[in-house]
Nanobody
């Protein structure tokens, strides 16, 4: 399995921006479909965004579409999530994930490697 480490979380005011990064190691990064998920306290993980192996296809949850942008740099083994116009309801732990299938990329079951997560807190 590929190992994933996120960074870039923190505290930001509503309307602000953050960029999350996820560095992969151990396997060929470009072999994996990558996703971002978030988890609210006491809730299941929620799909945020996904990107295909080459970066040519992206998918977003309706709640973040137009505000968040997922990208990847296969040469640097790094996945990104650019978050703009942040809202207090975006406050969550954000995790990156790697999967080998292009089917149902909005489901946690499409992924078999997960990072430890990074906290994003948006103040009002």
């Amino acid at each position: 399995q590929v190992q994933l480490v996120e960074s870039g979380g923190g505290l930001v005011q509503a309307g602000g921006s953050l960029r999350l990064s996820c560095v992969a190691s151990g396997r060929t990064f470009s072999d994996y479909v990558m996703g971002w998920f978030r988890q609210f306290p006491g809730k299941e993980r929620e799909f945020v965004a996904a990107i295909m192996r080459s970066g040519s296809g992206t998918f977003y949850a309706g709640s973040v579409k137009g505000r968040f942008s997922i990208s990847r740099d296969n040469a640097r083994n790094t996945l990104y999530l650019q978050m703009s116009s942040l809202k207090p309801e975006d406050t969550a732990v954000y995790s990156c994930a790697a999967g080998s299938t292009i089917v149902r990329v909005t489901s946690t079951r499409a992924y078999n490697s997960w990072g430890q997560g990074t906290q994003v807190t948006v103040s009002s």
